[in-house]
């Protein structure tokens, strides 16, 4: 079982490595503000859905909902809809000011509000239990993990220490480092994550409409 939690955790850290996300864009965003505490909280959240669709994908739950096929047009949609969202959202929130970038937020709201940020982001996107299918599937064909329900739970603990560790390590470089790039810079780093989003999710939207993807 610990190799499986091995495996997990570098499939977890792996997978979130890729900036063209929602969730990482946020993260990073946070960070470039130097809102560490707010960036944490909102990879928490994320981290949380994320380990349990990895672990009902080792236990053979990604097969089962392949079978209704509703399911790929919904999640398409459902990550469209995120990814245009999450853009707008970082194209037109103010900017931040120095008050407000120096914040802690040690009230039990507003962590919660960051964590249900991410969480939700997250649990309203089945297609993530599609894709840690896949991924499953291969560490299968690998023989690196033996398909058996019972390394369902140490395999999804490992995905998440793994996203959790690579969000930690982007957000305290970014903590050591972002006071060197100006508000400016940060300004515009933000809104232009936030086009990025807002453009994949056009792009996606697009090709789903042109390829009858959502229906």
Do not use: D
């Amino acid at each position: 079982m610990l190799s499986t939690a091995l495996i997990g955790f570098l499939m977890g850290a792996a997978g979130s490595i890729p900036l063209a996300g929602p969730i990482t864009m946020l993260v990073l965003g946070y960070g470039l503000e130097g809102r560490i505490r707010q960036a944490g909280l909102v990879a928490l959240g994320s981290a949380l859905p994320e380990s349990v669709y990895a672990g009902l994908a080792l236990w053979g739950f990604g097969a089962l909902i392949e079978q209704f096929e509703w399911v790929g047009p919904t999640s398409q949609a459902i990550a469209i809809l995120v990814l245009i969202g999450v853009g707008l959202f970082l194209i037109l929130r103010p900017p931040a000011t120095a008050k407000s970038s120096a914040e802690t937020s040690t009230e039990g709201e507003g962590a919660k509000r960051h964590i249900l940020l991410g969480l939700s982001i997250t649990a309203l996107n089945p297609a993530l239990i599609l894709n840690w299918g896949a991924g499953v599937t291969m560490i299968y064909s690998l023989g690196l993990v033996e398909p058996k329900p019972q390394f369902a739970v140490p395999f999804g603990l490992g995905v998440g220490a793994g996203i959790l560790s690579w969000f930690t390590l982007a957000l305290y470089f970014l903590h050591r480092h972002h006071r060197r790039i100006s508000p400016r810079t940060r300004e515009k780093l933000m809104k232009g994550m936030g086009v990025l989003l807002f453009s994949l999710g056009l792009l996606a939207a697009a090709r789903a409409i042109l390829g009858h993807g959502l229906y």
